[in-house]
């Protein structure tokens, strides 16, 4: 029996960097495949570049229309029994059809998907994949129906191969819904036509470059969090109306969104920014203590807001282990002086505040708490020295007191008591330096900060 044929469609608008490695990372394929290359308006002069393949590959001219025109007008061109659509940005690895035709044996199979390999704009490897976690295989359905989009993880476009059954059934695919992202499209209606196959070794390479249509910086994260809730609510109705009239099957999609949790993490991180920046004026700066969680999903190496600066801990480096307290403290004043305003812990970073007592009691005695359901503080100015309000003594804790209420007693002691331990740090400060003590620069260090570090 003989091998199912592959055609891979490289769609393109500009990239003229770019493309050149794609098209011959495609002709460098053995068995040769079926090379098609859909230029979507470029103008940037990539479209001379192609000339020299004109020989060797399907060329498709049109005027811009959108990542669904290209993979229309692409897979028109394409004869492949299994067709793969690669970015102009991205290269298949050596070899990579060979392990996507046998996966194609059984006929009845819809897609095969792999993580990739992510390089930089030189073409050297990160060391990390796209996407990093492990991907379902196996008859995806019924997962599907109950969760609606954003279902299960998928690989982003140029870690897809598609069978051309499928393929004529969803295309041509709506061009103006799916001007970016049409790969979401396709990943999500074919995992309702057929078995889904995956292949643990990745077979091509995504190219992070900074310019990347979908995966570039230059949207905030709020106008990518609601770009993506917009787009999820698209999908969703796609997929609604491609069950009932394609399969018989009624699904509200409002039950996708109480369930998907996908979604519920976009719409609360959403819910999150608006609190930011209601007390966050512009010019602002905010440290974000989000324990990586935010930089899942692309939103990594982004302003959170427009007009407001960001800042994380450490400068978002990867860190071994927790570092300790004084170091803690120590970044905390130095972002503060770099133009931070406000220090804000969502989710899952709050453990921050319990790990680090003295950075809580450093944040609620010479800062401001912001009220609200975003756990916050205004950080103190530089150069601020006037001490803590020592506030109402503490109530006694009763006998009867349940362990939770004890336990919110001996919190509100620890931080009171870091409170005067600032205070009285504070004052020896103070006088250190009217005696000319040089074992502190007070010029530049706030000093009651500082005093938390000691014992």
């Given at each position: 029996?003989?091998?199912?044929?592959?055609?891979?469609?490289?769609?393109?608008?500009?990239?003229?960097?770019y493309v050149g490695l794609a098209i011959e990372s495609a002709l460098a394929q053995r068995p040769r495949v079926e090379v098609v290359v859909v230029d979507d308006g470029s103008t940037d002069g990539s479209r001379e570049l192609l000339s020299k393949y004109r020989r060797r590959v399907k060329l498709v001219l049109q005027d811009n229309g959108g990542q669904a025109a290209a993979f229309n007008s692409g897979f028109a061109a394409a004869t492949g029994d299994v067709v793969l659509f690669l970015d102009a940005d991205d290269v298949l690895v050596r070899g990579a059809v060979r392990t996507i035709q046998p996966a194609f044996s059984d006929p009845g199979v819809a897609?095969?998907?792999?993580?990739l390999w992510e390089i930089d704009s030189r073409g050297r490897p990160t060391g990390s994949l796209?996407?990093?976690?492990?991907?379902?295989?196996?008859?995806?359905?019924?997962?599907?129906?109950?969760?609606?989009?954003?279902?299960?993880?998928?690989?982003?476009?140029?870690?897809?191969?598609?069978?051309?059954?499928?393929?004529?059934?969803?295309?041509?695919?709506?061009?103006?819904?799916?001007?970016?992202?049409?790969?979401?499209?396709?990943?999500?209606?074919?995992?309702?036509?057929?078995?889904?196959?995956r292949s643990l070794v990745p077979l091509s390479s995504w190219r992070r470059h900074g310019e990347n249509r979908y995966n570039g910086i230059r949207e905030t994260v709020s106008e990518r969090v609601r770009a993506d809730l917009e787009r999820y609510n698209v999908l969703a109705a796609t997929l609604a109306v491609h069950l009932e009239s394609n399969q018989g099957t009624r699904v509200d999609p409002a039950i996708w969104r109480r369930r998907n949790t996908g979604y519920l993490r976009l719409e609360r991180i959403r819910s999150s920014l608006d609190a930011i920046e209601s007390f966050v004026p512009p010019g602002g700066g905010v440290v974000l203590v989000d324990d990586g969680d935010w930089r899942q999903g692309h939103l990594e190496n982004r302003e959170l807001l427009q007009d407001r600066g960001t800042f994380r801990l450490f400068d978002g480096a990867t860190l071994a282990?927790?570092?300790?307290?004084?170091?803690?403290?120590?970044?905390?004043?130095?972002?503060?002086?770099?133009?931070?305003?406000?220090?804000?812990?969502?989710?899952?970073?709050?453990?921050?505040?319990q790990q680090y007592p003295a950075l809580e009691s450093y944040l609620r005695t010479r800062g401001q708490p912001i009220p609200g359901d975003v756990l916050a503080f205004e950080l103190p100015k530089p150069g601020r020295r006037t001490p803590p309000d020592p506030g109402t003594p503490l109530a006694p804790v009763p006998r009867s007191a349940s362990l939770t209420e004890r336990r919110r007693a001996l919190r509100r002691l620890d931080a009171k008591i870091g409170g005067l331990r600032a205070s009285i740090g504070g004052l020896e400060r103070e006088l250190a330096e009217h005696a000319h003590v040089d074992a502190v620069d007070l010029r530049h260090e706030d000093p009651v900060a500082t005093a938390t570090l000691e014992p």
């Open positions: 029996m003989s091998l199912p044929t592959v055609s891979v469609v490289v769609n393109k608008f500009n990239y003229e960097r897609k095969l998907h792999w993580p796209r996407p990093e976690g492990l991907m379902p295989e196996g008859d995806l359905r019924a997962r599907v129906v109950e969760l609606g989009p954003l279902a299960h993880a998928n690989p982003p476009t140029s870690g897809n191969a598609f069978s051309r059954r499928v393929l004529e059934r969803l295309l041509p695919m709506p061009v103006e819904e799916f001007r970016i992202c049409a790969d979401a499209y396709l990943v999500m209606l074919a995992s309702t036509l057929g078995p889904v196959r282990e927790p570092p300790a307290e004084q170091a803690v403290l120590v970044e905390t004043r130095r972002l503060r002086r770099a133009g931070a305003t406000h220090i804000v812990f969502v989710w899952p970073g709050a453990w921050w505040l």
